[in-house]
């Protein structure tokens, strides 16, 4: 089959530029470490209340890392608010409780499908003071535009000031 | 002495009206155009509203507006996104694939009977789809995962939907095997392959989709089953998901490879690499479907690595068409007297709607392929999966390229079904621009607004949140559905106009050729083998997918719930 010699330069250049595409992902995942939601574990939608997520909030594992556990229901976030350290590390661990939702961190890397029977589960650090509001980013019915959590991230020499200045 | 070659045997074909339609052919195929116009008219037409209710200018200027006859946001958006995709696209596609194929190989379909049952299935699908949707009782968007549930008319009517186009698969392919026995040896004309591609590929992919329905949705709609496994629902729906996104596709290509050069008077640079790009397409549409389900938590790395990798490749069939489609403008911009290197891309036929559109639905294909690009690589997705980028990316694609590509076919169709020429060109060239601009803008914005951190699928007019870097976007976007807003009323006006007040003769044509280039390969008709690919390439890339999704210790534990109640089904 002919093939004309531009068009042969032309595939050349598409398979170097999506070579390059495929480079830039693997150092994505070897060198920058992102990671990709990967499964954790199996979980029994009506046995949720006899799991850990039976008391869902944050853990301190020490060294400022933490564990969130995370429940989704029509149309709200357990719990509605956590407070944390800045540079604080943080795994979130997340199910759902009846139907399909998201788990959206505003500004860091964590995206999640939160799928009833699954438990979902992502890291990040929280290195800027703020407040990221987590956003149920799959549609869930009438309240889905409604199902938001806040992640208030403190600055802790600025508030450790601020006791010393109190007192 | 001279020796006299025996002339090819070619059976007596149909001999078609260059500005006319046959009878049968006007009947079959004009019903199939109207009424994929009318799911457009219902799908089109709510777009823009949502534009304007994701605003937070708009919203703020006129704080109790709601969606106009739909006030609930998410009817509204199903009704767009099912109209729109599923049925609009599937019976122009099934229309217009019939045309070509009868007039591509000069004969009749196979069996105009079974077309006609297929006809109505699709149909009587579509008023039951229509009725679950329009009563409210069916907002579960086009995707439909479970374990949200419907109205069982809906999944009745997507299942009617379904088996309609196998049987017209089976027409299309029993007809091109009476072509081949009559033509040995002989290339297939490239429209021809290109639509046979793209029936072989949806009727693959619709076994996943045909999967979930019957043995998950309907009978959980009928009560018949109380759970569910949403992991694997989103697997089998994204089996047949990608496939379905290269079903619209498909016959946008054989507009450009196989029309655009007519219409431009230029000629197709390569009829076979023609054909091994849709084959390409054809093949690698079924082990890339993961992409979508990169946030997903039941499955694992490798598979959306491996799924990431075959993306790539079915890009490779998107660059080939930007080339050879490239070299039928550059030859037509040369001809209209274009001198410098890149002179051509300016000199198009910009004053011909039909070739506009094509022209301007490439020009989004451009965003669309590099978005999708960007979000198919897997760990740039966690920046983008379900944020407002994803809205872009398909805007630019499906609404962008594939949508302005069948416009531009309705342009010289609709003339050819009716008898009479289009009502106006000047309301059709100002549909396609301002179709352009719209949706540059509108697809711009989203994209913005996603990076920002917008969610899709979102009522943002009702939200308790308004992300203050996207609110721009979400303003700007607006603006672009007002122009779409304009487009679409445009656009209808002018098949009305078309259907009822034009009573000028036809003009244009039907660009369609009956001979295949005999240097391309004959391997590449040998569907056999290319199916036994497919087959395996699904088996290779889905099996450990739905291997891991499935349970095989509890089996289904997730019980089913109406999108708008709280409380597990059945009820008390």
Same mark, same amino acid.
């Given at each position: 089959?002919?093939?004309?010699?531009?068009?042969?330069?032309?595939?050349?250049?598409?398979?170097?530029?999506?070579?390059?595409?495929?480079?830039?992902?693997?150092?994505?995942?070897?060198?920058? %470490?992102?990671?990709? +939601?990967?499964?954790?574990? %199996?979980?029994?939608?009506?046995?949720?209340?006899?799991?850990?997520?039976?008391?869902?909030?944050?853990?301190?594992?020490?060294?400022?890392?933490?564990?969130?556990?995370?429940?989704?229901?029509?149309?709200?976030?357990?719990?509605?608010?956590?407070?944390?350290?800045?540079?604080?590390?943080?795994?979130?661990?997340?199910?759902?409780?009846?139907?399909?939702?998201?788990?959206?961190?505003?500004?860091?890397?964590?995206?999640?499908?939160?799928?009833?029977?699954?438990?979902?589960?992502?890291?990040? %650090?929280?290195? %800027? +003071?703020?407040?990221?509001?987590?956003?149920?980013?799959?549609?869930?019915?009438?309240?889905?535009?409604?199902?938001?959590?806040?992640?208030?991230?403190?600055?802790?020499?600025?508030?450790?000031?601020?006791?010393?200045?109190?007192? | 002495?001279?020796?006299?070659?025996?002339?090819?045997?070619?059976?007596?074909?149909?001999?078609? *009206?260059?500005?006319?339609?046959?009878?049968?052919?006007?009947?079959?195929?004009?019903?199939?155009?109207?009424?994929?116009?009318?799911?457009? $008219?219902?799908?089109?037409?709510?777009?823009?509203?949502?534009?304007?209710?994701?605003?937070?200018?708009?919203? @703020?200027?006129? *704080?109790?507006?709601?969606?106009?006859?739909? $006030?609930?946001?998410?009817?509204?958006?199903?009704?767009?996104?099912?109209?729109?995709?599923?049925?609009?696209?599937?019976?122009?596609?099934?229309?217009?694939?019939?045309?070509?194929?009868?007039?591509?190989?000069?004969?009749?379909?196979?069996?105009?009977?079974?077309?006609?049952?297929?006809?109505?299935?699709?149909?009587?699908?579509?008023?039951?789809?229509?009725?679950?949707?329009?009563?409210?009782?069916?907002?579960?968007?086009?995707?439909?995962?479970?374990?949200?549930?419907?109205?069982?008319?809906?999944?009745?009517? !997507?299942?009617?939907?379904?088996?309609?186009?196998?049987?017209?698969?089976?027409?299309?392919?029993?007809?091109?095997?009476?072509?081949?026995?009559?033509?040995?040896? @002989?290339?297939?004309?490239?429209?021809?392959?290109?639509?046979?591609?793209?029936?072989?590929?949806?009727?693959?992919?619709?076994?996943?989709?045909?999967?979930?329905?019957?043995?998950?949705?309907?009978?959980?709609?009928?009560?018949?089953?109380?759970?569910?496994?949403?992991?694997?629902?989103?697997?089998?729906?994204?089996?047949?998901?990608?496939?379905?996104?290269?079903?619209?596709?498909?016959?946008?290509?054989?507009?450009?490879?196989?029309?655009?050069?007519?219409?431009?008077?230029?000629?197709?640079?390569?009829?076979?690499?023609?054909?091994?790009?849709?084959?390409?397409?054809?093949?690698?549409?079924?082990?890339?479907?993961?992409?979508?389900?990169?946030?997903?938590?039941?499955?694992?790395?490798?598979?959306?690595?491996?799924?990431?990798?075959?993306?790539?490749?079915?890009?490779?069939?998107?660059?080939?068409?930007?080339?050879?489609?490239?070299?039928? !403008?550059?030859?037509?911009?040369?001809?209209?007297?274009?001198?410098?290197?890149?002179?051509?891309?300016?000199?198009?036929?910009?004053?011909?709607?039909?070739? &506009?559109?094509?022209?301007?639905?490439?020009?989004?294909?451009?965003?669309?392929?590099?978005?999708?690009?960007?979000? &198919?690589?897997?760990?740039?997705?966690? /920046?983008?999966?379900?944020?407002?980028?994803?809205?872009?990316?398909?805007?630019?694609? !499906?609404?962008?390229?594939?949508?302005?590509?069948?416009?531009?076919?309705?342009?010289?169709?609709?003339?050819?079904?009716?008898?009479?020429?289009?009502?106006?060109?000047?309301?059709?060239?100002?549909?396609?621009?301002?179709?352009?601009?719209?949706?540059?803008?509108?697809?711009?914005?989203?994209?913005? /607004?996603?990076? &920002?951190?917008?969610?899709?699928?979102?009522?943002?007019?009702?939200?308790?949140?308004?992300?203050?870097?996207?609110?721009?976007?979400?303003? $700007? $976007?607006?603006?672009?559905?007002?122009?779409?807003?304009?487009?679409?009323? !445009?656009?209808?006006?002018?098949?009305?106009?078309?259907? /009822?007040?034009?009573?000028? *003769?036809?003009? @244009?044509?039907?660009?369609?050729?009956?001979?295949?280039?005999?240097?391309?390969?004959?391997?590449?008709?040998?569907?056999?083998?290319?199916?036994?690919?497919?087959?395996?390439?699904?088996?290779? /890339?889905?099996?450990?997918?739905?291997?891991?999704?499935?349970?095989?210790?509890?089996?289904?534990?997730?019980?089913?719930?109406?999108?708008?109640?709280?409380? *597990?089904?059945?009820?008390?």
């Amino acid at each position: 089959m002919h093939i004309d010699e531009l068009e042969r330069y032309w595939l050349i250049a598409v398979s170097v530029a999506l070579g390059a595409f495929g480079a830039a992902l693997l150092a994505s995942v070897f060198i920058f %470490r992102v990671q990709l +939601p990967s499964p954790v574990a %199996r979980i029994d939608p009506a046995e949720i209340n006899e799991s850990a997520f039976a008391e869902p909030g944050l853990k301190d594992m020490g060294d400022n890392t933490y564990a969130a556990l995370f429940v989704a229901q029509m149309w709200a976030f357990t719990p509605g608010e956590i407070r944390l350290p800045k540079g604080a590390d943080v795994t979130f661990f997340v199910v759902s409780r009846d139907i399909s939702h998201g788990f959206f961190i505003e500004q860091h890397n964590v995206n999640l499908m939160l799928l009833p029977g699954q438990i979902a589960s992502a890291t990040t %650090r929280f290195n %800027r +003071p703020g407040t990221y509001r987590i956003i149920c980013h799959e549609f869930c019915g009438p309240g889905h535009q409604n199902m938001v959590a806040t992640i208030i991230v403190e600055d802790t020499e600025q508030s450790t000031a601020e006791e010393a200045a109190a007192e | 002495m001279q020796a006299v070659q025996p002339a090819p045997r070619r059976a007596p074909g149909i001999s078609f *009206p260059q500005l006319g339609m046959l009878t049968g052919e006007r009947w079959l195929v004009g019903s199939h155009m109207v009424v994929a116009l009318i799911a457009l $008219s219902f799908g089109l037409l709510l777009g823009p509203f949502q534009a304007f209710r994701r605003a937070p200018a708009f919203m @703020e200027a006129f *704080p109790q507006w709601e969606m106009p006859v739909f $006030s609930y946001y998410y009817q509204a958006l199903s009704i767009h996104g099912v109209m729109n995709a599923l049925y609009f696209t599937t019976f122009f596609i099934v229309g217009f694939s019939y045309f070509v194929v009868q007039r591509s190989l000069e004969r009749p379909l196979w069996n105009v009977r079974m077309a006609w049952v297929a006809f109505f299935s699709m149909f009587i699908g579509l008023g039951l789809v229509l009725y679950a949707l329009l009563t409210n009782q069916a907002s579960v968007l086009y995707t439909f995962y479970p374990p949200m549930i419907a109205h069982p008319s809906f999944y009745i009517g !997507l299942v009617l939907l379904v088996v309609g186009t196998w049987l017209v698969t089976a027409n299309i392919l029993i007809t091109y095997r009476g072509w081949r026995r009559d033509h040995p040896g @002989e290339r297939v004309p490239l429209a021809v392959y290109g639509t046979i591609a793209n029936f072989v590929m949806w009727t693959v992919a619709t076994v996943g989709v045909a999967i979930e329905i019957l043995f998950m949705l309907l009978p959980a709609s009928l009560g018949w089953i109380v759970n569910s496994d949403p992991q694997t629902a989103r697997v089998l729906f994204w089996f047949f998901g990608h496939p379905l996104v290269y079903f619209w596709l498909l016959p946008a290509y054989v507009s450009w490879y196989t029309m655009l050069p007519k219409q431009t008077n230029s000629r197709l640079f390569s009829d076979p690499l023609g054909r091994i790009a849709f084959l390409m397409l054809m093949i690698f549409s079924v082990p890339v479907g993961v992409h979508h389900l990169f946030s997903d938590p039941g499955v694992s790395n490798v598979m959306k690595a491996v799924h990431t990798v075959f993306t790539f490749v079915v890009v490779i069939p998107s660059f080939l068409t930007a080339f050879n489609i490239g070299a039928v !403008l550059e030859r037509a911009g040369r001809q209209r007297g274009a001198r410098s290197p890149l002179g051509w891309l300016a000199r198009q036929d910009w004053g011909n709607p039909v070739v &506009a559109a094509q022209i301007s639905g490439m020009i989004l294909f451009v965003a669309g392929g590099f978005s999708g690009l960007i979000h &198919a690589s897997l760990t740039l997705n966690i /920046a983008l999966h379900n944020t407002a980028w994803v809205v872009a990316h398909f805007h630019m694609t !499906l609404a962008g390229a594939v949508i302005l590509t069948f416009m531009s076919v309705l342009y010289w169709m609709i003339p050819l079904i009716r008898g009479r020429a289009l009502w106006s060109r000047r309301a059709a060239l100002a549909q396609v621009y301002t179709w352009l601009i719209g949706m540059l803008i509108f697809g711009h914005g989203m994209g913005a /607004a996603g990076i &920002a951190g917008s969610p899709r699928r979102t009522d943002m007019g009702a939200a308790a949140y308004v992300n203050p870097e996207a609110a721009f976007y979400l303003n $700007s $976007s607006a603006i672009g559905g007002l122009f779409l807003l304009i487009s679409s009323i !445009l656009f209808f006006v002018n098949m009305i106009g078309t259907l /009822a007040f034009s009573d000028q *003769p036809v003009q @244009e044509d039907a660009p369609i050729g009956t001979t295949g280039d005999p240097s391309s390969p004959l391997i590449l008709e040998r569907w056999g083998i290319w199916l036994g690919v497919i087959l395996l390439l699904a088996l290779f /890339a889905w099996g450990p997918v739905l291997v891991e999704a499935l349970d095989f210790v509890q089996g289904f534990t997730s019980p089913f719930y109406q999108p708008d109640i709280p409380v *597990p089904l059945p009820f008390e």
